[in-house]
């Protein structure tokens, strides 16, 4: 198949959460079109049944893949962790997602091989953190620790809350106790707490971002295949959204650091 470089990337998630991952690839691909899929309708996902997340996964691929995008991110932890390799099976055109990013990122980072991951229930349940990062290096120790209440305090906005930093230090206390010297945010909602987890886990633990990771994997991935937009202009982003719920418009620009224009509803 022929791509065409002009084309948008196409980026989906559950909900709003993967427009952390919007935000990375405006500030490291400045030029390239993106358009956005929010599941905002069916969210949460985390608990919904594995057939029923392949269905919804698989469902909004194709929708996109109809925009003819010239390449898929699933940046939603829990989509990647149940349907990833249905959405390589049908897509066309390269396929990245948030696991791959972030396990790659914490072998390249840890130093004494003791890893931490945070992530939802969904996410930590599935292994598949684990299986992405002793693909690469099967020395490395893992800990994971499911943190149910960070999506909740992150859209309502209490990134510095007295309540947020009194459970960041109630869920890492296990985690930091096994001395990792890396930490997997597995949750796309999880950069917005950096400052905070940073400070809980303290300077000698370096926090994986796997929306930052996904930038620099998505820029090595275009150049590689020489599919790079070449246009030097203005990129248009578009939104697409199964509803719009009251908070939408406030919650999604404090996850993407500016306004959000071009917001399409899609009726399913």
Not at 217 to 233: C, D, F, M, V, Y
């Amino acid at each position: 198949m022929q791509i065409d470089p002009h084309s948008p990337i196409g980026v989906f998630d559950s909900g709003v959460g993967g427009l952390t991952v919007v935000r990375a690839l405006m500030e490291r691909l400045p030029f390239e079109n993106i358009v956005y899929f929010g599941d905002t309708a069916r969210v949460p996902y985390g608990v919904k049944s594995v057939e029923t997340i392949s269905h919804y996964t698989t469902q909004i691929a194709e929708f996109l893949l109809e925009k003819q995008v010239k390449l898929l991110i699933i940046a939603c932890n829990t989509m990647a962790s149940v349907a990833a390799q249905q959405v390589h099976a049908l897509s066309p055109v390269p396929v990245l997602d948030v696991i791959d990013a972030g396990a790659a990122g914490a072998v390249a980072a840890t130093r004494n091989k003791q890893v931490g991951i945070i992530g939802t229930p969904t996410t930590i349940n599935s292994n598949a953190y684990a299986q992405a990062i002793h693909c690469r290096d099967p020395e490395v120790r893992l800990y994971s620790q499911a943190c149910a209440l960070f999506v909740p305090l992150v859209e309502e906005g209490w990134l510095e809350h007295p309540v947020t930093r009194l459970t960041a230090q109630d869920y890492l206390k296990p985690v930091l106790a096994q001395n990792v010297d890396t930490l997997v945010l597995g949750c796309t909602h999880y950069p917005l707490l950096i400052p905070l987890l940073q400070d809980v886990a303290g300077p000698g633990v370096r926090l994986i971002d796997s929306a930052q990771a996904m930038g620099e994997r998505t820029a090595a991935l275009l150049k590689e295949k020489g599919i790079s937009n070449p246009n030097r202009e203005k990129p248009r982003y578009d939104y697409f959204v199964t509803d719009v719920p009251v908070r939408f418009q406030t919650i999604g620009e404090r996850f993407l650091g500016r306004t959000l224009p071009n917001v399409h509803v899609v009726k399913w």
